[in-house]
């Protein structure tokens, strides 16, 4: 399978990871600039592809925006996604020791795939973001995340994510079958913490240590 254009790679070669993580950056930001994370998170066995937006956006307006005034440049960035989990899946890591992390509209993105594809996976980060669509949008996924781990993390005063829609996407990921953890910290500005980073080593040593 030929590798994706502006995929790039850190950690260990796929072939030989024990798990992988798929990092999707967020608006106006890089590919390289998500995988800087992987640094910080530096567990071993993992490898890390991180897939680049084009023109550093994936959907042009606010992921509140009505579905259609995103399209079709939702489709293609979920489509970008799907890819991404094919290549590895190609290498032989199966969905069970796959985390999908992103960050603003990177978790945006990364948890709207994840409700659409819906099976067990090695887990789900999504750092301040939520599902795509306006109020009221249907929630209906085919699918079960069967116990798969989320982690929802979000500053309660967010100016991009109001922290309804991270409220709803908790629910909505928990009646998809999935083990949802969700914090919402005081005051936070649109940012990572360090409370955050260090769930997601556990979220991530739980995959390594049942090698």
Do not use: K
């Not at 992390?101 to 795939?113: D, H, I, N, R, Y």
Request: hydrophobic residues 45%; proline residues 8%; contains cysteine.
């Amino acid at each position: 399978m030929a590798a994706l254009p502006g995929l790039l790679t850190a950690g260990v070669p796929l072939q030989e990871a024990q798990a992988t993580m798929i990092l999707v950056h967020g608006r106006g930001a890089t590919a390289a600039s998500i995988l800087m994370l992987a640094e910080e998170l530096d567990r071993d066995g993992f490898a890390y592809l991180a897939p680049q937006a084009p023109g550093q956006t994936w959907y042009p307006y606010s992921f509140l925006a009505p579905l259609e005034q995103n399209q079709p440049h939702l489709d293609a960035a979920l489509a970008t996604l799907e890819n991404v989990l094919a290549q590895v899946a190609a290498a032989g890591v199966p969905a069970e020791r796959i985390i999908f992390l992103g960050f603003s509209q990177g978790a945006c993105l990364a948890s709207e795939f994840v409700a659409r594809h819906a099976r067990r996976y090695g887990g789900l980060v999504a750092l301040s973001g939520g599902l795509i669509g306006p109020p009221g949008t249907p929630r209906v996924y085919p699918g079960d995340l069967a116990g798969t781990p989320v982690f929802l993390g979000c500053s309660d005063v967010d100016p991009h994510i109001p922290a309804w829609r991270v409220e709803e996407s908790a629910a909505v990921l928990e009646q998809l079958g999935a083990a949802v953890t969700m914090r919402l910290y005081p005051g936070m500005g649109h940012s990572v913490n360090e409370d955050e980073i260090n769930f997601v080593r556990q979220m991530m040593e739980t995959l390594t240590d049942e090698q």
